[in-house]
């Protein structure tokens, strides 16, 4: 699957100081992440369940992250976009741009934006394991590590300019699949 829309980056409509909400939706859980009033640091908040069947407005989940977002008087929430090494769009893509679409009506006036997150719970599931941290646990904080991966991404981009490219990853060599469309 591949869609034209791609991941927001920081700039000209960026809202200034104030705490940025970080988000890592899966389509069994939803990751949670805030950042600093001065948008330095992410932390972990909290892992938010998903009800299945659940997608319309009022889902149990969007009312929970609309309570945080109000919660921490957020400026900006970002949510991970899942694409693959290539940059292109699949079918966990899809899942985060519909959920943000659906967060956006949630949270109006805050600004909802799409970022970039090759390879985030990825990286969160080998950090955790190297800590020992396994099984529910695990997979429980997996989801707030990537949310934090993906905001403290946004908030260095916003100081540094954002990065073209995935240090470390041979783009030629990809196959095109996306760990983040296993999820």
């Known amino acids: 699957m591949s869609s034209a829309a791609g991941p927001d980056r920081p700039g000209g409509d960026d809202p200034g100081r104030g705490r940025r ?16 009033p001065d948008g330095i ?23 929970r992250i609309g309570e945080i977002v109000a919660e921490y008087e957020a400026v900006e929430v970002v949510v ?12 966990a893509a ?3 741009t519909e959920y943000a679409d659906r967060l956006r009506r949630m949270v109006a006036p805050v600004p909802v934006r799409l970022s970039d997150e090759r390879l ?26 990537a949310a934090v991966a993906i905001l403290q ?7 540094n300019g ?6 470390g990853v041979d783009l030629d060599g990809a196959d095109g699949a996306s760990v983040e469309d296993s999820r």
Not at 80 to 91: D, F, K, S
Not at 153 to 159: E, I, N, Q, S
């Open 41 to 63: 640091l992410a932390t972990p908040v909290e892992t938010v369940a998903r009800t299945p069947g659940s997608n319309g407005p009022n889902a149990p989940d969007l009312r």
């Open 120 to 145: 985030t719970t990825v990286t969160a599931s080998r950090v955790l394991a190297e800590q020992g941290v396994r099984g529910k646990r695990q997979r429980s904080l997996v989801d707030q590590l």
């Open 80 to 91: 991970g976009l899942p694409q693959t090494l290539r940059g292109e769009h699949g079918r």
């Open 94 to 96: 899809a899942l985060a």
């Open 21 to 36: 909400i970080g988000v890592d939706v899966g389509s069994v859980r939803v990751g949670i992440a805030s950042s600093d």
């Open 153 to 159: 991404g946004w908030l260095d981009a916003r100081v």
């Open 162 to 167: 954002p990065e073209v490219e995935v240090s």
